[in-house]
């Protein structure tokens, strides 16, 4: 199944659905930064809930950077995800294992905890915003939802799945189920709601088994007036990082210690940590960085 995302209400549009599928772009973040299995669950719920919450923004342009930064062999990671169905980023420790945990899971709670979880909202204009909120389990589905009962005063379940084998990511996802204001008075419902998803599956369980999105929504909410919405969005692993920005990066270096690395070097290697592109700029290249730099006037 290609990776795309699905939006829905209930309740009379008092609760918002959005569901996603991410099993490709686990698999190219996997790839790309040579992730550990258990790096690879934690980035891939990482990114999943970063494309969530992105989801609810307005702007084209709007992004999400989901940040942790703990003391476990993990270290952090960030994911930056956008509304337009992009996301990218890094595991800062990518290459840890560690014991399955007493359910036979990935243990990706010991790999970060202690720490904290930073979000931080793009919305395409004026100053970003962020909050910081301590890791509740580690788990990046649980430490969300906490953000976003506290920071946005949202009552929300997020499940988050990744699933690996021998060969890769066999499926990826998530599911963020939110109850808003208008619902939120309804304590039945609340209650109810939160009855049939503490009984749900596994979320990666069950896309593993060859449930589609709407399939799930409708188990959990198909009496309670669901609507799924027809339109359809792609997502993918995007980085938008290119090698005429790794030359202008060069320049903040100034025409001393560009130089230094032509007659050391001849040349000079950079590497996009969000994705692990590797650029090579060769001895002439940075020549000809040089000159352009000594040609134009410098601004007093």
Do not use: W
């Amino acid at each position: 199944m290609v990776d795309q995302l699905i939006r829905a209400t209930a309740a009379d549009t008092g609760i918002r659905v959005v569901g996603v599928t991410t099993t490709e772009l686990t698999q190219v973040a996997r790839d790309r930064h040579k992730l550990s299995y258990l790096a690879t669950v934690a980035m891939g719920r990482a990114m999943a809930a970063g494309l969530l919450l992105a989801s609810s923004m307005k702007q084209p342009q709007s992004r999400v950077n989901l940040r942790i930064k703990g003391a476990g062999p993990l270290k952090g990671l960030l994911v930056d995800a956008g509304l337009d169905g992009t996301v990218r980023g890094y595991v800062e420790n990518p290459a840890v294992e560690l014991p399955l945990n007493q359910q036979g899971q990935f243990d990706v709670g010991t790999g970060f905890q202690p720490g904290y979880l930073t979000i931080l909202r793009d919305v395409g204009y004026g100053e970003p915003y962020n909050s910081t909120v301590e890791l509740v389990s580690g788990e990046v589905g649980d430490d969300v939802a906490f953000y976003l009962a506290n920071s946005e005063q949202t009552p929300s379940a997020l499940m988050l799945g990744v699933f690996t084998n021998d060969t890769g990511v066999e499926t990826a996802g998530g599911l963020l189920v939110q109850v808003l204001p208008k619902a939120a008075r309804d304590e039945s419902l609340v209650e109810l709601l939160e009855s049939r998803i503490s009984h749900l599956a596994g979320f990666s369980a069950l896309l593993s088994s060859g449930k589609t999105l709407p399939e799930i929504m409708e188990d959990l909410l198909g009496d309670l007036g669901l609507e799924i919405f027809p339109d359809v969005q792609p997502l993918k692993f995007y980085c938008p990082c290119s090698r005429s920005r790794v030359l202008s990066a060069l320049r903040l270096f100034g025409s001393e210690e560009l130089q230094d690395m032509v007659e050391k070097d001849d040349g000079a290697e950079a590497t996009c940590e969000l994705c692990n592109e590797v650029y090579q700029v060769n001895g002439q290249e940075l020549k000809t960085l040089i000159a352009s730099m000594d040609a134009t006037p410098q601004a007093s």
